[in-house]
Nanobody
Framework: QVQVVESGGGLVQPGGSLRLSCAASGSIFSIVAMTWYRQAPGKQRELVAT???????NYGDSVKGRFTISRDNAKNTVYLQMNSLKPEDTAVYYC????????????????WGQGIQVTVSS
């Protein structure tokens, strides 16, 4: 079964940093593109950052200059380095995207992981 598992969240003070990981497992040859999303209580899910197979990145306006998305192809893992965290970054963070399976077919992860809670508070 192909799945993604998010990790690395927690409680941090304003101005602090956290590094999230999104590990994909199962019959995966390679990750094509991966996006981090977040959802705060009472709000819609929003795009945080995306990374493509070529390494191109894109960020939501609210995190530009503070967050960095990266990938480790050998580990089928995508990271989100979050610096200068603000209380408004508090949310559950999820990852999702597309991958090439072991039959070399393009797929989209058809289920969301449990997400990981990030809380920024003093």
């Amino acid at each position: 079964q192909v799945q993604v598992v998010e990790s690395g969240g927690g409680l941090v003070q304003p101005g602090g940093s956290l590094r999230l990981s999104c590990a994909a497992s199962g019959s995966i040859f390679s990750i094509v593109a991966m996006t981090w999303y977040r959802q705060a209580p009472g709000k819609q899910r929003e795009l945080v950052a995306t990374i493509t197979s070529s390494g191109s990145t894109n960020y939501g306006d609210s995190v530009k200059g503070r967050f960095t998305i990266s990938r480790d192809n050998a580990k089928n893992t995508v990271y989100l380095q979050m610096n200068s965290l603000k209380p408004e970054d508090t949310a559950v963070y999820y990852c999702n995207g597309s991958y090439i399976d072991n039959d070399y077919a393009l797929n989209i992860f058809d289920s969301w992981g449990q997400g990981i809670q990030v809380t920024v508070s003093s």
